[in-house]
């Protein structure tokens, strides 16, 4: 089995044109990386993007919610923008 040092070497060993789903996109920073780099027939984006939920650092210091929906929106923003680019 291969293993990766990175998510984005992981994306450089991968085929071009391929179909890719990412499960959990949150904004959607990784993303953009799929689609840069491996240049995908479809890519899929799958996440929740319902209701709230809380993150805090990894003490569990400075908790902080978020409403999924809103984050939602701008990443289908960022998605459209980066499509009208290409």
């Known amino acids: 089995m291969k293993v990766f040092e990175t998510r ?24 953009k990386e799929i689609h840069n780099i491996c240049l995908p027939n479809k890519l899929y984006l799958v996440d929740l993007f319902d209701g709230y939920f809380g993150s805090g650092d990894k003490d569990g210091n400075n908790h ?21 680019n290409i």
């Not at 999924?68 to 923008?81: F, G, P, R």
């Open 8 to 31: 984005i070497e992981l994306l450089n060993y991968l085929n071009k044109n391929l179909t890719i789903a990412e499960l959990g996109v949150f904004e959607g920073e990784f993303s």
């Open 64 to 84: 902080h919610y978020y409403y999924y929906y809103y984050y939602y929106v701008q990443l289908e923003d960022k998605m459209k923008i980066m499509l009208e």
